[in-house]
């Protein structure tokens, strides 16, 4: 219902892989930010993505990569994948940079690293 | 250290009763969100407050930010059990991201 998806819904990786996680906003916001959600946990910030460049950064490694296009999709890559890796991954689009837009959130992926 | 606690952490209710979340910030709010989030799925934005002072209502769901703007609290009024689930508070501290706080689970018996 927020005009936000998100692909896959599940996935199973093993140690040492690669994943691409992908996200489509809402048509017209400029902004995407994505969360790492490990369970029993709040959503902790990975980065944000405004028009295509990112625009902040939460306490993830290198690693973690993302990249933003211009049809409002969005795509979250990880590199080298760890055990710890293994949570719900939410993406969030809003209208502009700003943390005071309002973020809709799509319904995650959930990854586990085996 | 959490920069956002929200107590309790889990909260069992009678169908009917009132409850009340908080949302407690060590640093000053700019902006105070509330989503929910059933178990394994996406966040549902519920309100957001800015100001001081300042109270939302939707349907049964009332939300207030503290004039000090370092706490927010939300309160369900004859709770249903389709307001079971997860609530996140996230906080605008001003630095261009948003924080959550762990969460309150919520279950509401028939």
């Known amino acids: 219902e927020t005009g936000v998806t998100q692909s896959p819904t599940h996935l199973i990786k093993t140690r040492g892989q690669q994943v691409t996680l992908r996200c489509s906003s809402q048509s017209g916001h400029n902004t995407v930010s994505w969360y790492q959600q490990a369970l029993g946990q709040g959503p902790q910030f990975i980065f944000q993505y405004y028009r295509e460049e990112e625009n902040g950064r939460g306490n993830f490694p290198p690693r973690f990569s993302g990249l933003q296009f211009p049809n409002y999709s969005s795509e979250l890559n990880v590199n080298a994948l760890e055990l710890d890796d293994s949570a719900l991954y939410l993406c969030?689009?809003?209208?502009?940079?700003?943390?005071?837009?309002?973020?809709?959130f799509g319904p995650g992926t959930r990854l586990t690293v085996l | 250290s959490q920069e956002l606690e929200q107590s309790p952490q889990s909260l069992i209710v009678q169908e009917g009763k009132n409850l009340t979340i908080n949302c407690t910030s060590s640093k000053t709010l700019y902006g105070l969100y509330w989503y929910k989030q059933k178990y394994g799925e996406g966040l549902i934005f519920l309100m957001m407050?800015?100001?001081?002072?300042e109270e939302k209502s939707h349907e049964k769901i009332t939300a207030k930010l503290d004039e000090k703007k370092q706490q927010s609290s939300l309160h369900i009024t004859a709770s249903q059990p389709s307001h079971a689930g997860i609530y996140l508070c996230g906080a605008d501290l001003r630095d261009d991201k948003i924080i959550f706080g762990k969460g309150t689970r919520l279950h509401i018996l028939p």
């Open positions: 969030a689009s809003s209208l502009n940079r700003f943390s005071t837009d309002t973020q809709y």
């Open positions: 407050l800015q100001k001081g002072g």
